[in-house]
């Protein structure tokens, strides 16, 4: 048996095999497939360097995860081509992506549910909308994730310029022969009757021609011709002829106007963008044609193996050059990305016009995910809390999904009326009937670290005493000092090892773990920062109500009950009746009367007036 340095392939029974292949990989660009049992392709992958790449998977990383895990147990052979560049290796990987579909690559959405307008290999072509491509020698446009831009565009052409829509099969031949009739359109003027000679071959294509620029999104060069062509009518007195171009050439730029131009460059681009989630990437394309948006569209793609976020963007990116037949010699992109120079060049624009279209770009993304996200959250709540569970364990690298959250939460005014707030959350939710409020006992004066250390020992302490599950995250509203007072009090209670404590620092919203000096900050779109941002809130404001309320009630205490006689009730009578102190202090004594009675009255009037 040979000598297995990767000890990740202990698990695979194909490992005799795949060894001699591994010792004889090539240091050259290349494309590898792996294959399964059944001779099935299950991954294909591009590299700079077959044999670094390659060796990376059978490293036994405890950085792969379980799904590169078990790509690696299911291979059982590897065929690898050698080819002479980078841009040779990138476009044989995606074509063979496109042809066997791996189960382990990442896919964009299948073309075959977007439509495609066609355009016959015929010597008069048709021209309609199709969902299927049958490779005749036919134009194909497309395709077209939108379906309403795709009618709007139809209409447009069928509005402009006159073709066939039967299905005769004409040719010069046929057509000398008499064998056709005109049909209707004909004769309300959407056809110039070709089948019966009306339209010679030359005259048909030249229509043909316009439509193909108009598909194109080449408004100007087509109208540029169109004008041309309506003052030539109008120099020999054809005025019928001249006003029907004119006609097109209003359509043509009523549509025109309607897409606003948003770049002063005259060069087709494409525009790429994406926003990150837990399980997808989410992914806008935009295409632009004299400087106008001509196509703009939303997907995601699901997250495979170990690849990075930038890896899956580039691998969606040229997958859909190939799929929507994109040419553009330049495309925008928030970073730069690991593509070859010679197959197209990368912008990261940071000002002018192509940094408004990156900006376009990255609003419809954020605009598609959270469209995406909200109808996930009404349809299927449970799976979305759940998500939302996972997505924490990962941003803040938890041994377990935190499902439970507590946060804590000080509140006074100078020391006076010192309380404390715990909220709860359960699966990303507001827990509310299980809040609490304190009244801190022990502290005396504005000690926040104190107070924390106090309220946080009550709370576990007491869970432990009634048999209570403790939580899996607690969440500390302040910076390294409240984060080090509620360790110690955890550590009191014999609780620090069973739970997960962090610190939320206000100023820019860091995260603090205890004995890690470096916080973690994150993406302010992320879930994780939004869910610890909204509990925080939530402690702050009911810490804050109760402490208010407790502050109304001591000064209704000192102010009103204190006067001897006075109790609580007649207090209750007075402040409805004059609406505050101050004015209970400046009444006259016969309104005290009317309100509370003559004994009860010189009490109170004596009081403030002594």
Excluded at 150 to 169: H, N
Excluded at 420 to 428: D, K, N, Y
Aim: glycine share 4%; net charge positive; hydrophobic share 35%.
């Amino acid at each position: 048996m040979l000598n297995n340095p990767y000890d990740i392939l202990e698990h695979n029974p194909y490992k005799e095999h795949i060894l001699p292949i591994l010792a004889t990989l090539p240091s050259t660009p290349g494309v590898y497939q792996y294959f399964d049992k059944k001779g099935t392709v299950i991954y294909v992958g591009k590299a700079k360097n077959l044999k670094s790449r390659v060796l990376s998977y059978f490293r036994n990383d405890a950085s792969h995860n379980l799904k590169t895990q078990l790509l690696v147990r299911k291979i059982a052979d590897i065929h690898f081509v050698h080819v002479q560049s980078e841009t040779e290796a990138l476009l044989m990987e995606n074509n063979l992506i496109k042809r066997f579909k791996p189960k382990y690559n990442i896919l964009l959405k299948d073309d075959k549910t977007y439509p495609w307008i066609r355009i016959t290999n015929e010597e008069f072509p048709r021209i309609f909308t199709t969902r299927h491509i049958i490779h005749d020698g036919s134009l194909y446009f497309g395709p077209y994730p939108s379906g309403k831009m795709l009618k709007e565009l139809m209409t447009l052409i069928r509005q402009v310029f006159t073709y066939r829509t039967c299905s005769y099969q004409l040719t010069e031949d046929s057509i000398a022969k008499n064998k056709f009739r005109p049909c209707l359109n004909a004769q309300i003027g959407l056809c110039e009757s070709p089948c019966t000679g009306e339209q010679t071959r030359v005259e048909y294509n030249k229509d043909i021609a316009g439509i193909k620029q108009i598909i194109k999104g080449s408004f100007s060069i087509y109208l540029k011709d169109l004008k041309e062509k309506m003052m030539s009518y109008a120099k020999e007195l054809k005025f019928e002829k001249a006003q029907i171009v004119k006609e097109r050439i209003t359509l043509l730029e009523n549509y025109s106007a309607n897409t606003a131009i948003i770049s002063a460059y005259s060069h087709d681009m494409e525009v790429y963008s994406y926003e990150d989630s837990s399980d997808v990437l989410f992914i806008n394309m935009t295409k632009v044609v004299e400087g106008k948006i001509n196509t703009s569209f939303c997907t995601e793609v699901a997250k495979k193996l170990d690849m990075s976020n930038a890896e899956i963007f580039t691998s969606a990116i040229i997958q859909n050059r190939l799929r929507m037949n994109w040419c553009s010699r330049e495309i925008i992109v928030p970073e730069k990305l690991d593509l070859p120079n010679d197959y197209v060049q990368q912008t990261v624009p940071i000002s002018g016009d192509k940094k408004k279209l990156l900006e376009f770009s990255i609003h419809n993304t954020h605009l598609y995910k959270t469209q995406k996200q909200n109808k996930q959250k009404i349809l299927d709540p449970a799976r979305w809390s759940n998500k939302v569970v996972l997505e924490m364990q990962r941003d803040l690298h938890l041994d377990r999904p935190p499902h439970h959250i507590e946060c804590f939460d000080n509140s006074n005014i100078q020391g006076n009326q010192p309380v404390a707030s715990c909220v709860v959350f359960r699966e990303g939710k507001p827990s509310n009937k299980e809040y609490r409020h304190f009244n801190v006992k022990t502290v005396v004066g504005p000690d926040d670290f104190a107070s924390m250390r106090e309220i946080v020992f009550r709370r576990y302490s007491r869970l432990l005493e009634e048999g209570k599950d403790l939580p899996d995250l607690i969440v500390i509203d302040g910076g390294k000092g409240q984060l080090s007072s509620a360790v110690e009090a955890l550590k009191k209670a014999n609780v620090y090892d069973k739970v997960i404590v962090v610190g939320l620092a206000k100023r820019l919203e860091e995260i603090y773990f205890p004995d890690d000096p470096n916080p973690i900050c994150l993406d302010k779109r992320c879930h994780t920062l939004q869910i610890i941002q909204h509990i925080r809130d939530e402690a702050h404001r009911f810490g804050i109500t109760f402490h208010r309320d407790k502050r109304s009630k001591a000064t209704f205490r000192t102010e009103l009950t204190d006067i001897e006689g006075i109790g609580e009730k007649t207090a209750q009578e007075l402040l409805l009746k004059f609406t505050s102190v101050a004015k209970i202090k400046n009444a006259t004594f016969e309104s005290l009367t009317q309100c509370i009675g003559k004994s009860k009255a010189e009490k109170v009037f004596k009081h403030f007036h002594n």
